[in-house]
C-alpha cells in the first residue's frame, strides 16, 4: 500500500448516504497492519503518530471491536483486524485500479474509439493507419465501421462516430475535416473490353458505353465530380446499374454491365475480370480525408489524428 492516495469513504450497500467506512481510515489500518509500529506507520503515511491513532481509533469504533492489541514498542491484530484486513487491502486496490483505469482514459491511453471509413480505403490506407495507431496506444478498443461518405457524416453528427475516413467530405457546420491524399481517376473497364487494350483512355471514348456509378446519396461530392469528367468530355453517361460500395462496381464492370470512373484506390480491388487504365485528361482528383466533430475534446480523437499526420502519405496517389 506504500505510496497509495486513496482517499475518501466507501458507503454501505443500503442506499444511504451515510459513509460507513472512510478510505483513508482503511488505507492508515492498512499500513499500520503491515509496519505493526505506530512510528514507523506514520512516517509511510507522512503524518504525526496523534492524527494516526486518532484514525485507528475511529476506525474501531465503526468496527465496534478491537483491531490492534497494543503492547510496549509492538502491536499485533487481533482476530478482528485479521479479518479486516484482506477486505481493506481489496477494497484500496480496486479503488487504486479504477483511479489509474480512469486516468489512462482521461490521458486517451484507453477507452473505445469508434471509426468510419470508406470500402475503398479497406486495402490501401486503413491497414497501415490502424497498425500504427495500435502500436501507439495498444490499450485502445477500436469499433470500426465500414460506411459510406454520407452515412459518416450523419452518424459524426449523432455522435454514433468519433472519427470518419471518408471521401470528398462535405462541408458540414460542427465537422473539421482534413485531407489525407488525392487520387487521380481511372477507368473502370470489363477486361476484354477493346478500350482495355492500351494504357490509357480518353474519357471521351466511353460516351457511348453503359455506366455503373454509386447513388448520388452515399457520396454527393464523388458522384458529382465523376459526372463533371464526362460533362468536361463532352457527354452525360448513361447509367444503367448503380451500387452502394467500389468493390460492388467493379464486381458489376466485371460482369459486363458496363464501365465506371472510380477513384485510383479502387484499384485496390483485384477482381478477375476488371481492367484499370489511367484516363486524359486526368485533372480531377478524389480526396480522402478524416472527419471529426469539432466540439470533441477526446484525447483518444486527439491521439487517432496526430497518428494520422506522422504518416508519410502519398499526398497525390496515382494509379
Same mark, same amino acid.
Given at each position: ?133 495500435? %502500436? ?80 448520388? %446519396? ?72 478524416? %472527419? ?28
Amino acid at each position: 500500500m506504500k505510496g497509495s492516495d486513496v482517499t475518501g469513504n466507501i458507503t454501505g450497500s443500503g442506499g444511504t448516504d451515510r459513509p460507513e467506512l472512510a478510505l483513508h481510515q482503511l488505507h492508515a489500518f492498512a499500513v499500520l497492519a503491515e509496519e505493526l509500529h505506530f512510528g514507523h506507520a506514520a512516517d509511510r503515511l507522512g503524518i504525526a503518530q496523534p492524527p494516526l491513532s486518532q484514525q485507528i481509533r475511529r476506525l474501531e469504533a465503526r468496527v465496534g471491536h478491537p483491531l490492534f492489541v497494543r503492547g510496549p514498542g509492538r502491536i499485533s491484530l487481533t482476530p478482528a483486524g485479521r479479518e479486516l484486513l484482506p477486505a481493506a487491502r481489496r477494497a484500496l486496490g480496486e479503488i487504486a485500479d479504477g483511479l489509474a483505469a480512469a486516468r489512462r482514459v482521461g490521458d486517451g491511453l484507453a477507452g473505445r474509439l469508434r471509426i468510419g471509413f470508406a470500402a475503398s480505403l479497406a486495402p490501401t490506407l486503413l491497414p497501415g493507419l490502424l497498425t500504427a495507431f495500435r %502500436a501507439r496506444y495498444p490499450a485502445v478498443d477500436l469499433d470500426i465501421r465500414e460506411m459510406t461518405t454520407a452515412p459518416q457524416v450523419s452518424a459524426l453528427h449523432e455522435r454514433a462516430l468519433d472519427v470518419g475516413l471518408l471521401r470528398e467530405p462535405p462541408v458540414e457546420p460542427g465537422l473539421a475535416v482534413e485531407p489525407l491524399l488525392s487520387e487521380r481517376f481511372v477507368a473502370v473497364l470489363p477486361a476484354g473490353h477493346p478500350l482495355a487494350v492500351g494504357r490509357t483512355v480518353p474519357v471521351a471514348a466511353l460516351a457511348d458505353q453503359p455506366f455503373v456509378l454509386l447513388p448520388r %446519396a452515399c457520396g454527393p461530392t464523388v458522384h458529382d465530380r465523376i459526372l463533371g469528367v464526362c460533362r468536361a468530355a463532352g457527354f452525360e453517361p448513361r447509367v444503367v446499374q448503380r451500387a452502394v460500395e467500389w468493390q460492388t462496381v467493379a464486381a458489376l464492370v466485371a460482369a459486363g454491365l458496363g464501365v465506371s470512373l472510380a477513384p485510383a484506390g479502387v484499384r485496390a480491388v483485384r477482381l478477375r475480370g476488371v481492367a484499370y487504365r489511367r484516363i486524359t485528361p486526368d485533372t480531377a482528383r478524389s480526396t480522402v480525408a478524416m %472527419a471529426w466533430r469539432t466540439d470533441d475534446g477526446s484525447p483518444l480523437v486527439g491521439h487517432f489524428l496526430a497518428t494520422a499526420r506522422s504518416l508519410h502519405w502519398d499526398r497525390t496517389a496515382t494509379p
